[in-house]
């Protein structure tokens, strides 16, 4: 898609700017101790804490867009105050993307929440 690509391109050039080998957003850095490999998300294998916290509110997520048929969830959404919150959380992750900067949403999130019809340039909805 336009904007998993333009994703892409806006983290290889960050990486030339800084004169670092570019790899993959979400990848796992050399020096994490995967090997350089991504996390096995395979059914079975334990997520980090942070991995099953995020699949719980994308499966929020989910609920909320076969009730309402999108995923605007307002910031302060009033049936789910949590869920606007980190709707609200991925769009910053992603505008990190864009920008170059550090960010902890990882490619198949990035992927997932695209594939559901996620908007990403908006903030505060």
């Known amino acids: 898609s336009t904007v998993a ?18 790899r993959p957003f979400g990848a796992a850095r050399p020096d994490s101790g995967t090997g350089g490999q991504a996390p096995d ?20 997520l989910r609920e909320y867009r076969k009730e309402h048929g999108d995923c605007l969830v307002p910031l302060y ?4 105050v949590p869920l606007g919150l980190w709707v609200d959380r991925q769009r910053v992750e992603i505008k990190k993307i864009f920008q ?18 996620f908007k990403f340039g908006l903030r505060g909805h």
Request: hydrophobic fraction near 35%.
């Open 5 to 22: 690509a333009a994703a892409v391109e806006a983290a290889q050039r960050a990486c030339k700017t800084e004169g670092k080998a570019a």
């Open 41 to 60: 998300t395979t059914p079975g294998v334990e997520l980090y804490r942070g991995e099953r916290e995020w699949n719980d509110m994308f499966q929020r």
């Open 77 to 80: 959404c009033p049936e789910d």
């Open 100 to 117: 170059g900067k550090r960010a902890t949403l990882k490619w198949e999130q990035f992927l997932s929440l695209e594939r559901l019809g």
